[in-house]
């Protein structure tokens, strides 16, 4: 199923990222204020960056926490390469959006994974709901908790329910 865009959010959530990418350049694991959560082992670290937000990568990822303005409110998360799962709590106040070279995918009080490869980049729900738009414009979708979507590119993303397997696989490399 192919759902349309929200064009304004979209148009939002691009000069968000583009705000935020030239705010701070990519830096492998740099953690702009979040704390590594010392209990964290196997296959993921966990960051705890404070009001409401939870970020485990990939001890492998490439990525940087981007907090722009210097406010210890992280905005942004940087993916160059490797899976991300961040969990925003309910009412944490203000949206975060993961950034990486094909897509952003931004939202507030949910749970959502994204996977960033050469060819694609992949975004899955578990709560909540998420903007998902293409990097360089094109259509963008809204995920629902259990869909998920592969960006390759502009051009209208298909919105599809991932299966178990899929899931599974993609929420054991955070050691869940």
Do not use: N
């Amino acid at each position: 199923m192919i759902r349309s865009s929200r064009h304004a959010a979209f148009g939002v959530l691009t000069a968000l990222a583009t705000v935020a990418a030239l705010a701070s350049p990519a830096a492998a694991q740099s953690h702009a204020g979040c704390r590594p959560d010392p209990a964290a082992a196997g296959p993921a670290l966990t960051l705890d960056c404070g009001h409401g937000l939870r970020i485990t990568v990939e001890r492998s990822a490439a990525y940087a926490v981007v907090d722009g303005d210097g406010d210890g409110r992280p905005e942004a998360l940087r993916l160059d390469r490797g899976a991300a799962l961040v969990k925003v709590d309910p009412g944490a106040g203000r949206g975060f959006q993961i950034m990486t070279p094909r897509a952003v995918a931004s939202v507030r009080g949910t749970e959502w994974a994204v996977d960033a490869a050469s060819d694609a980049t992949s975004v899955f729900v578990v709560s909540g709901r998420v903007a998902v738009a293409p990097r360089g414009g094109g259509s963008g979708v809204v995920l629902q908790a259990g869909e998920g979507v592969d960006v390759r590119g502009p051009g209208a993303q298909q919105v599809i329910r991932w299966g178990a397997a899929r899931v599974a696989a993609l929420l054991a490399r955070f050691g869940r």
